[in-house]
């Protein structure tokens, strides 16, 4: 599996979530199969099958976690340079059309998040915005056609 990239807060909402299924929901599981186990005849206790599917559903979604988090490797953003946009930069952007200012923070495509301001490097508007600086203006095509944006203000 290739490295995949996280910010901080990123990699760590992935272990609370193992954390959460390994602790919390493996149990939980573990009590619904012998709960169904005491019920009887295994061949006919449709409790027993779907607690067993949902262990086997569980443990894959674990064994996944686990690889990401193993082959993650976290952003550090300290040798980030704040002069031009990159992964990580917040970019106030200012739509040249309607003069509309908007704000996004840049971030690995795993962590994107519209609702939230987050955007992905691997979107259109990101890519075009990569390695631009305060004041240069970038003509980048949408769905919705070609918009022009201007770089407003740079920070992390």
């Known amino acids: 599996m290739a490295k995949k990239y996280y910010t901080k807060e990123g990699i760590q909402k992935l272990k609370d979530e193992l954390d959460q299924l390994r602790n919390v929901e493996r149990p939980s599981i573990s009590q619904q199969i012998a709960e169904a186990r005491d019920k009887g005849d295994l ?8 607690a067993k599917n949902a262990q086997g559903m569980l443990e894959m979604k674990i064994s996944k976690l686990q690889e990401i988090v193993s082959n993650a490797s976290v952003i550090d953003e300290s040798k980030l340079d704040n002069s031009k946009v990159l992964i990580l930069s917040t970019v106030k952007l200012l739509n040249k059309k309607n003069n509309s200012t908007m704000t996004y923070s840049l971030v690995p495509e795993n962590e994107a998040d519209l609702k939230t301001g987050k955007l992905s490097v691997s979107s259109p508007i990101a890519k075009g915005l990569l390695g631009k600086v305060v004041g240069d203006v970038v003509e980048i095509t949408v769905p919705a056609g070609i918009i022009s944006l201007e770089v407003v203000e740079i920070s992390r």
């Open 43 to 50: 061949s006919e206790n449709a409790e027993y099958d779907a």
